[in-house]
């Protein structure tokens, strides 16, 4: 197990580093919130920063972006706008939903005169500036500037002469796209810094698995009978734990793979550019694996404890038989058993284990539990096959497994009898059958059903 623990333990502790370079500063600047006071800065010294921006002057507005695979629906749009004060110009990018106020702006600087004189006060409330938040980036794509340049130019472009001409001339250009922080939009930035504190959630737990200690020997094999008898069934109990283990880390590493590759293949699917697809779609795969796989390596480190199971075993006998003299009495009598008197039924989530002494039958579980059958009070032992069929949200699954209960001289008629144990196979169930037959002797046509 320690193995698997080591390995989630690093993935996380790379997943922290990834989402900390990717996302880190981004982050902290969307957490600080914008700069709000430029104090005159060239855009070429505002880049990279996260700064509160107000449009004042749009001249033309064009389709950024449409939808994967649906050329007809827009996905976000473009503004060119005039800075005076620096004399230069910036694109501004966003969602076509939330286009309203920079078109409301846009058509009211391009009325005529005597139209905006018409408008009166409503024509002043019409000019107010558009606030846009986001990181302030260098375009450097050539096709990005020439379509800048293009639009500028066109007929549905408010820009005047002059202003086209300083646009020719314009050294850099530079971009805010709303609501993005280095590339990456501020969903994705929140859904970053969630898969960096699982990430960490993880570490931390596989730590703290790695480094503790493992309680002690449930039994010392020697002191009471009943002390060596919980002992002994370390034999047949820690190799199906090792095989549940290494089964339990292998499905952890197949969770969390598989988290992964499906929510990769959806970000592709869809169309997404990589940033957009390892912030978003991938932090969501690794963060959902991570988790669901240290879950499951806790649990399989919960359910295949050899220690565990075997105090719960003490635990589950003194249910069964609260005096220490009698206790002591069973153990012995089940220690002297021959191998003969063994049944063994295993499976990968669940094993029994039987032992049939002279009077007491003992009945193992690889859930921790054991069942203990008085031969001495039994007054009717019969079985039963059961099977049938379960739904769960709409998938039914079949069911088969043999039942054998035994009913106590004096005791209540219960239908479920007063102890019963389940076999999964018809030959385990068979074998044990045919031991007790054995056991009862002389007994077993008048106690044992058909």
């Known amino acids: 197990m320690k193995k698997w623990y080591s390995g989630m333990a690093a993935l996380a502790l790379l997943t922290m580093i990834f989402y900390g370079v990717l996302a880190g500063k981004p982050f902290l600047q969307m957490a600080a919130g914008p700069q709000e006071e430029l104090g005159g ?38 503004y060119v706008t005039y ?39 409503r024509q002043a409330e019409e000019e107010r500036p558009v606030p846009v938040n986001g990181s302030l980036t260098e375009i450097t794509d050539a096709d990005e500037i020439r379509e800048i340049l293009e639009a500028m130019t066109g007929s549905e472009s408010a820009s005047t002469a002059e202003m086209n001409a300083l646009a020719q001339a314009q050294p850099g250009w530079y971009r805010i796209e709303l609501g993005y922080i280095g590339g990456i939009s501020g969903a994705n930035l929140s859904i970053c810094a969630v898969a960096a504190g699982a990430a960490l959630l993880v570490l931390l737990i596989c730590l703290f698995s790695l480094g503790s200690k493992k309680g002690g020997r449930a039994g010392r094999g020697h002191g009471s009978a009943k002390e060596q008898l919980l002992e002994k069934q370390r034999a047949w109990l820690e190799p199906w734990c090792i095989q549940g283990s290494k089964r339990r880390g292998r499905q952890s590493v197949l969770y969390l793979l598989t988290a992964a590759a499906v929510m990769l ?6 169309g997404f550019d990589w940033k957009m697809i390892l912030a978003c779609h991938l932090a969501i795969g690794l963060t959902a694996g991570e988790l669901t796989g240290v879950a499951v390596l806790a649990g399989g480190r919960a359910a295949f404890s050899p220690d565990k199971l075997i105090r719960m075993f003490g635990k589950s006998l003194e249910k069964y038989i609260p005096s220490q003299e009698e206790q002591e009495a069973l153990a012995e009598e089940i220690l002297a058993a021959e191998a003969e008197w063994n049944v063994l039924e295993k499976g990968k989530e669940e094993i029994l284990y039987g032992i049939l002494g002279s009077r007491y039958w003992v009945v193992f579980s690889g859930k921790g539990n054991l069942t203990v059958m008085d031969a001495e009070r039994m007054e009717k032992l ?47 169930a068979g074998r044990f059958m045919m ?14 059903q058909p």
Do not use: C
């Open 41 to 78: 800065r060239g855009f070429e010294q505002l880049e990279g920063e996260y700064i509160a921006y107000e449009v004042t002057h749009p001249v033309v507005s064009y389709v950024e972006e449409y939808y994967s695979g649906d050329s007809e629906r827009i996905s976000k749009m473009a």
């Open 83 to 121: 800075d005076e004060e620096r004399q230069a110009f910036l694109k501004i990018v966003m969602p076509d939903r939330k286009t309203g106020d920079m078109d409301r702006l846009l058509n009211a600087l391009n009325r005529s005169e005597e139209l905006k004189a018409s408008w009166g006060d």
């Open 265 to 270: 293949v959806l970000g592709l699917a869809v």
């Open 382 to 428: 019969e079985t039963e096959t059961i099977s049938g069929q379960i739904r769960v949200n709409n998938v039914r699954t079949n069911y088969l497994y043999y039942n054998v209960r035994a009913f106590y001289q004096g005791s209540r008629a219960k239908k479920s009898g007063d102890v019963s144990v389940n076999f999964n196979k018809e030959d385990t």
């Open 435 to 448: 031991l007790a037959r054995k056991r009862l002797g002389e007994r077993a046509d008048e106690i044992i």
